[in-house]
């Protein structure tokens, strides 16, 4: 029985959607996929990631050989940074997935992509949640600021600024770039996670590469089904973290008043550019068109 079977994905999950990650029942196949994914993003990332990045890997092991087992990562983890990796079955809802990471738990779902799935899918996958968004959670203050997030989540939901906040979330933990001495780098897990945006997202001169400001941020656009138009950049995490530590009660209040988006492509005066992307990607018809 594979883990992503129907019968162990109808397993019900408790109220806060926990389920079992059940290690013991993934197939030498799904291993292998796992040892597959892994190598190749190695060998395409090289040192694309931040140094926290490959620092995460390392302490937590997670090249063992296969899919990794939450019980060996959580032991480390707790040392490290009081996070816990739990499993979820799927897309969980947004108050509930806010209550975890304010409570320093991470959500991930345990099935794995298949063969055809290798480059894309939507759902995010062991690989895209444990490979992308764990090794960070090894680093103090990027541990502090997913906490910091997800009680500013459920703050968000009370002012109606859910929206607001998923694109703090979506530039940031999921796609977002540091400049680092040795130039802008991947911290995104969404990239990270990625054979092709890991290239596109540094060395494509589609995107345009803004300098990170939260309320701009809050108030961008973002796609899902596609490589961005837009990556914003932080100088550090110190800098990300030190940005939610203020009261988001009065620019929640302003932006719900507003109710301002800028688009894709917008550039503004206020906007510290590293670089005006030639858009050609996105107005060539995107979706990977030209990029494997
Ligand atoms: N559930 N399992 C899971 N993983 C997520 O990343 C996730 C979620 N539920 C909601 C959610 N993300 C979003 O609300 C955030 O990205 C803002
Ligand atoms: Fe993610």
């Not at 690989?127 to 600021?145: C, M």
């Not at 796609?223 to 009660?249: C, H, K, M, P, W």
Request: glycine share 6%.
């Amino acid at each position: 029985m594979a883990i992503n079977d129907p019968v162990i994905a109808a397993q019900t999950p408790t109220a806060d959607f926990q389920i079992e990650q059940r290690w013991r029942l993934y197939k030498d196949e799904e291993h292998a996929i796992w040892r597959d994914l892994y190598s190749q993003q190695i060998s395409i990332l090289k040192n694309r990631a931040v140094p926290e990045f490959y620092e995460g890997l390392t302490a937590l092991n997670l090249n063992e050989g296969g899919i990794p087992n939450f019980a060996h990562i959580n032991e480390k983890l707790m040392d490290l940074t009081g996070w816990q990796v739990i499993t979820v079955p799927h897309l969980i809802p947004d108050d509930i997935f806010f209550e975890h990471l304010a409570n320093r738990r991470f959500p991930a779902g345990r099935f794995i992509r298949s063969r055809e799935q290798m480059d894309y899918l939507q759902e995010p996958d062991i690989f895209h949640d444990v490979f992308g968004h764990v090794p960070l959670l090894t680093q103090p203050i990027f541990a502090n600021y997913m906490e910091a997030y997800g009680k500013g989540g459920l703050r968000a939901l009370k002012y109606d600024c859910l929206k607001n906040l998923a694109r703090l979330y979506w530039y940031t933990v999921e796609f977002g770039l540091m400049n680092t001495d040795e130039g802008l780098k991947i911290y995104g897990a969404g990239i990270v996670s990625s054979r092709t945006e890991s290239i596109f997202s540094l060395d494509d001169p589609s995107p345009n590469r803004l300098h990170f400001d939260l309320t701009r941020v809050m108030e961008t656009d973002y796609r899902i089904d596609d490589f961005q138009q837009i990556y914003f950049v932080n100088n550090s995490f110190e800098e990300l973290f030190e940005a939610t530590q203020q009261d988001f009660g009065p620019i929640y209040e302003k932006m719900s008043a507003s109710d301002n988006v800028f688009g894709l492509t917008d550039i503004l005066d206020s906007d510290k550019v590293y670089t005006k992307g030639t858009q050609a990607y996105a107005q060539s018809g995107g979706r990977f068109a030209k990029a494997s």
